[in-house]
């Protein structure tokens, strides 16, 4: 579960709950629409001026070459506002606010052999210009490389945006600013992005909790068959305790005592290997890097309740064998022996 938690950290990432995101697109005739009647730097500024704007990040897509392969890569270009990948940097300075600077993800850094602070070359329509890789983000693809809109000016003059990113103030109304996109340019196409949880959290947070609860039930179970079997085991000397006066009661808190410590101790020696396996999980996740504050999941009230969780399903396996125990007569036992 300390898992789930880091991812869903994870997925939260670069999301500002509780504000309104605006995904602006522009037509192309490639795609069937209409092309906006406003130029690149019109629209932004539209876009800064209707009611509820507060940051506004403009986005380019180019494929270029890379030094030392034949295949292209794709790289985002950003102007304006930082965008939400900004706030995703895990390692290195900074994201990138020059000429010269790109950010990659861990699967990029892998596969092209290349560690923050190294530096290559992208070549584009015969113009080339040598880049530094100054931050690694937290998830990217293998493929593309996020840069400044100063590079893509090195490399491509004309360069424009293929869409644009709105991040609404706190009370803005986000299907007003819609409709005044739409009513300023036929051209521009936006959407509201939804803030619900990824597929790919959903799914870990799903797997993690129905693995939990399994789990718990085998442990439960080989507790009560533990139980189970002492209890037969030692039913002579039971019906002696019981032929001295001890009552059903004091025989079930007897049985649940003596496996409720095993519980704690299950639990203390679990956790230090919980967190050791956590750690080995998040540290080879390959395709995500996570920063040291999601790797920081473990909190003493959360140690607390994972030594008493032990406990409480050592209680829950023995309780059932324990009241058996209880309700067995002495002449049974004799006319068993």
């Known amino acids: 579960m300390r898992s789930s938690s880091s991812m869903v950290a994870a997925g939260k990432a670069g999301k500002h709950s509780g504000v309104a995101l605006v995904d602006v697109r522009v037509g192309t005739p490639a795609q069937g629409r209409d092309v906006p009647k406003l130029d690149d730097s019109q629209i932004e500024a539209r876009l800064r001026s209707l009611p509820g704007a507060d940051r506004v990040t403009a986005r380019a897509l180019t494929k270029v070459h890379l030094a030392g392969t034949t295949n292209t890569v794709l790289v985002n270009f950003y102007r304006g506002d930082a965008p939400a990948e900004a706030e995703q940097i895990v390692e290195g300075q900074h994201w990138p606010s020059g000429p010269g600077e790109v950010a990659v993800g861990p699967s990029f850094l892998k596969q092209h052999g290349l560690a923050v602070g190294d530096r290559t070359t992208m070549y584009l329509n015969g113009r080339q210009t040598d880049v530094t890789v100054v931050g690694e983000v937290m998830l990217g693809n293998a493929q593309a490389m996020d840069s400044d809109w100063q590079t893509a000016t090195e490399l491509a003059p004309n360069t424009s945006a293929v869409d644009y990113t709105v991040q609404l103030g706190p009370h803005a109304d986000a299907q007003a600013y819609v409709r005044g996109i739409e009513e300023a340019d036929p051209g521009l196409h936006p959407s509201l992005r939804s803030d619900s949880p990824d597929a790919a959290t959903t ?7 129905v693995f939990t609860l399994l789990l718990t039930i085998v442990a439960a179970l080989g507790v009560f068959n533990t139980v189970l079997l ?3 085991e030692r039913r002579r000397d039971l019906a002696m305790l019981k032929s001295i006066g001890m009552t059903p009661r004091q025989v079930v808190v007897m049985t649940v005592t003596s496996v409720a410590g095993l519980g704690a101790v299950g639990g203390l020696i679990g956790i230090p290997l919980g967190a050791v396996a956590h750690r080995l999980l998040v540290d080879h996740a390959g395709v995500l890097t996570f920063p040291e504050s999601m ?8 140690l607390a309740a994972l030594t008493l969780a032990g406990v409480a399903i050592a209680v829950l396996g023995a309780l059932i064998p324990a009241r058996s125990a209880a309700r067995l007569t002495i002449a049974e036992v004799l006319h068993n022996e």
């Open 203 to 209: 799914t870990v947070v799903g797997f993690s909790s």
């Open 230 to 232: 002492n209890t037969r």
């Open 295 to 302: 790797k920081d999941v473990w909190h003493a009230p959360q």
